[in-house]
């Protein structure tokens, strides 16, 4: 699973100490979203938008904040904006919390 700790300087926020870098395999145009496990070392995400006007880029960030109890913008995309292939900066977050999406 990639999983990288990071330091605060990275954080775009100043209020989070940490943060957590992820890389994601995103499937749009689901039925539903919803975690459906490993891919390879990466987390697979089915999205429930449509690949088009960065509507499934928004639903996986809405998605993902939920799911760790953070707030939306503490989830950035830094590389794969139009790829299934995503890494994420995941802020005010430890590893462990996310770690925790894998097993579900």
């Known amino acids: 699973m990639r999983l990288v700790e ?30 459906a496990g490993r891919y390879g070392d990466m987390l697979k995400v089915k999205i429930a938008a449509p690949p088009e006007k960065g509507k499934a880029n928004k639903e996986l960030l809405r998605f993902l904040a939920s799911q760790l109890k953070i707030r939306q913008k503490d989830v950035e995309i830094q590389s794969g904006h139009t790829s299934s292939i995503k890494t994420l900066l995941l802020q005010g977050v430890t590893e462990k919390d996310v770690q925790a999406l894998f097993s579900e």
Request: net charge positive; with cysteine.
């Open 6 to 35: 990071t330091s605060g300087k990275m954080c775009s926020s100043a209020n989070h100490s940490k943060a957590v870098g992820l890389t994601v395999k995103v499937v749009p145009g689901s039925s539903r979203t919803h975690i």
